[in-house]
């Protein structure tokens, strides 16, 4: 951390780093924290990178008991999903803006392509299952921009699998907030800015219904949350 001297003592001022370079890339590559998403007011969300790159968990596990067909993880980080799925002889593919986080996916022996979301994807309208796990439903600050896009990556008859915010905070199942972050190591370096969300179920529930998904399925295991959202079909006029 570099700082610059005034009058009335030291105004402290935050090293940011390129992508390629940032705090989440060294720690990715690392294995480990400490990593913090860094909120515009200066809170610190801490961030379970450990936990990202170890095998998964058993919370993990109640997800992966619930993917079925093709699936399609969403921001899928270094990828112990993906690997996991893999290894169950499932058809899975992560995506990432990340370049550190697909290679090392791809090096655990999942299949990644680096890429956002909102771009053109392989297989689009036919996954069978998506996942947005780890605080993957904050993608780009806009849940309901990012819930209309599944609508379009997923098969009509899809499950969308999104993690909300965690069980043990108090006031999670309604939470709903956007602002601008970075990710920072706690010593002064930081990544680019980026917007971002969290929303608890209830929240998650509201913009399920503008975008045409119905939850039907939700649980909480080792302090994390769960939501299963079904595709609304729609019915059509009655013909006598």
Request: charged share 20%; glycine share 12%.
């Amino acid at each position: 951390m570099t700082g610059a001297h005034t009058g009335g003592g030291t105004v402290r001022t935050r090293r940011t780093t390129p992508w390629q370079a940032d705090p989440y890339t060294e720690a990715l590559r690392a294995g480990r924290g400490p990593l913090f998403l860094r909120r515009s007011d200066g809170r610190l969300l801490p961030l379970e990178v450990e936990r990202w790159c170890a095998a998964p968990d058993a919370a993990d596990l109640t997800v992966l008991e619930r993917c079925h067909g093709t699936v399609l993880d969403i921001g899928c980080g270094p990828g112990r999903i993906v690997t996991a799925l893999t290894a169950r002889r499932s058809t899975a593919l992560g995506i990432d803006v990340s370049p550190a986080a697909v290679a090392r996916t791809v090096h655990t022996g999942g299949s990644a392509l680096i890429g956002s979301v909102f771009e053109p994807l392989p297989r689009e309208g036919s996954w069978d299952t998506g996942l947005l796990l780890d605080g993957n439903i904050g993608i780009g600050g806009d849940p309901v921009a990012l819930l209309t896009r599944a609508t379009h990556i997923l098969s009509p008859s899809a499950s969308l699998i999104v993690e909300t915010a965690g069980a043990d905070r108090d006031g999670a199942e309604d939470l709903d907030e956007r602002f601008q972050a970075q990710v920072d190591n706690g010593s002064g370096a930081s990544g680019p800015a980026f917007t971002w969300a969290r929303l608890g179920a209830e929240a998650l529930t509201r913009y399920g219904r503008i975008t045409r998904w119905t939850p039907k399925e939700q649980w909480t295991t080792g302090g994390r949350s769960f939501v299963v959202l079904r595709r609304q079909q729609r019915t059509l006029p009655h013909v006598p």
